[in-house]
C-alpha cells in the first residue's frame, strides 16, 4: 500500500509498473501455499477426526489468491490510468531530451528494484529467524545483526545514486555480490536439507525467497552499473530542477515581484 501511495504521490509510472508484476507473483505464490500448507494440515489431523477445521483453513488459502488476483485486475486498470496521467508531467519536467528520459527511467528501474529488494531480504530473514533457528544458535544474533547493516547498504545504494557518487555506488555494488553469495549459499543449504525435520514443509517457500533475491540482486548490479554509467551526463540537474518546481508548485500562488496597484508592472516587456 505504501509503495502504490509513494508511486502516485511522485509520479513513477514505473514503480506502479513493478508493483502489478510484484502482486501477480504474489498470486503464484499464494496458489503455492494452498498445497503447502493442506500437507502441514493433514500431517496433524489424525485419520477419522473431524475434518471441519481443515476444510476452513483450506477455504482461507483459497480466499488468498482470489483477493490478490481482484486487486491485481485493479493494478493494471488503475496502471494504464495512471500511465497516461502522468507521462505529460514527466515530459513537462524533464523536458524533450531522450537521452535524460531515457537516464531517468533508468534511475527509477534501480529504485524499484532497491524497495523490492529489501521486502525480499527481510522476508527471508523473518522466515530464516522465526522457523528455523533458535536464539541459542550463534546464526540467529548473527542475522540479527546483519539485517540493519543490509538496509543501510540499500540506502546508500539510493542516496549514491541520487547523488551520483561513484564510491559509494562502488562499496554498495560489492555489497550486492556479497548478498548473491550469502542467498547462494542460503538456497544451496535449504535444498541439500529439505528432507530433514527443519526444512520438510519450508523448504519450497525459502527456496523462492532465496532464489527472487538472487535474481534481483544480479539484476540490481546491472542497474546499478547502468545508472553508475550516466553519471554525469546531466540527469541530476534535471532531477534537482523537477524538485525545486515541486517547491514551487506546493508553497502557492502568491506573486512577490512588486505588481502596482491597477495591475500595471513597470518591468513588463512589450512588443510595441
Request: a positive charge; charged letters at 20%.
Amino acid at each position: 500500500m505504501y509503495l502504490a501511495v509513494e508511486s502516485v504521490y511522485n509520479k513513477n509510472t514505473l514503480q506502479f509498473l513493478f508493483l502489478a508484476i510484484f502482486n501477480f507473483s504474489l498470486l503464484v505464490y499464494g496458489g503455492l501455499q494452498i498445497y503447502e500448507v493442506k500437507e502441514n494440515v493433514d500431517q496433524y489431523i489424525k485419520p477419522g477426526v473431524s475434518s471441519a477445521h481443515s476444510t476452513q483453513i483450506t477455504a482461507l488459502t483459497i480466499a488468498v489468491p482470489c483477493v490478490i488476483g481482484i486487486a491485481e485486475i485493479a493494478y493494471i486498470a488503475l496502471g494504464w490510468k495512471i500511465w497516461k496521467e502522468f507521462g505529460w508531467k514527466v515530459y513537462k519536467f524533464l523536458g524533450a531530451d531522450r537521452n535524460i528520459k531515457r537516464m531517468y527511467a533508468q534511475y527509477q528501474v534501480f529504485e524499484c528494484l532497491l524497495k523490492f529488494d529489501i521486502f525480499f531480504y527481510v522476508g527471508f530473514s523473518i522466515q530464516w529467524l522465526s522457523l528455523v533457528l533458535t536464539d541459542k544458535d550463534f546464526e540467529f544474533w548473527a542475522t540479527v545483526v546483519a539485517l540493519p547493516v543490509s538496509l543501510l547498504l540499500l540506502v546508500e545504494g539510493l542516496l549514491a545514486a541520487r547523488h551520483e557518487n561513484k564510491w559509494m555506488m562502488g562499496s554498495f555494488m560489492f555489497g550486492c555480490v556479497a548478498g548473491c553469495a550469502y542467498f547462494v549459499y542460503k538456497a544451496f543449504r535449504v535444498y541439500s536439507n529439505r528432507k530433514d525435520a527443519d526444512f520438510l514443509h519450508l523448504y519450497k517457500s525459502l527456496l523462492i525467497f532465496a532464489c527472487l533475491s538472487i535474481i534481483l540482486l544480479c539484476t540490481t548490479f546491472i542497474s546499478a552499473t547502468i545508472v553508475m554509467l550516466n553519471f554525469g551526463k546531466g540527469l541530476k540537474q534535471s532531477m534537482n530542477r523537477k524538485n525545486d518546481v515541486h517547491k514551487l508548485e506546493r508553497r502557492g500562488t502568491e506573486y512577490k515581484g512588486g505588481l502596482r496597484p491597477g495591475g500595471y508592472n513597470p518591468k513588463r516587456m512589450s512588443i510595441e
